[in-house]
């Protein structure tokens, strides 16, 4: 980061922490049965990634509160997957329960930061720029 300022989506604490936990899975994920690999391990992973992917969109879009937020809301959306996922993994004894219950506290983390940019989106907008050329 560049004296603390957010450049980038990827220097958002719920991003970092969201990348880490989809790298966690993706390698707990490979220990999975063969029978799960279009299952469960491409769901979780897919879940998982897809909060970091929706991020990124997210802050894109901040030009725009609505989509801005409607992004936050498919990231929302995608952790709470992922902890739908790390249930099955757990009660299908593929991940033991305290894997199962520490990666589901990352996501909670991750739930309750995104909850609280969607309540209060503003100081994350950007402002929308005067009428200017498109080519200035």
């Not at 990124?56 to 409607?70: G, I, P, T």
């Not at 593929?94 to 503003?122: F, M, R």
């Amino acid at each position: 980061m560049n004296n603390g300022l957010v450049q980038s989506h990827k220097d958002l604490k719920v991003y970092q922490k969201a990348f880490v936990g989809a790298m966690q899975i993706f390698e707990l994920s490979k220990k999975f049965p063969i029978e799960e690999r279009y299952s469960l391990t491409d769901q979780i992973r897919r879940s998982s990634r897809s909060v970091c992917a929706n991020l990124a969109e997210a802050w894109r879009k901040r030009r725009y509160e609505l989509a801005f937020v409607a992004k936050l809301n498919d990231c929302e959306a995608e952790a709470a997957e992922t902890q739908t996922w790390l249930d099955f993994a757990v009660k299908c004894q593929y991940l033991d329960v305290e894997t199962g219950q520490k990666l589901s506290t990352t996501y909670d983390e991750i739930i309750s930061i995104l909850v609280k940019v969607i309540n209060n989106p503003h100081p994350w907008l950007l402002k929308h720029p005067r009428s200017r050329d498109v080519g200035e």
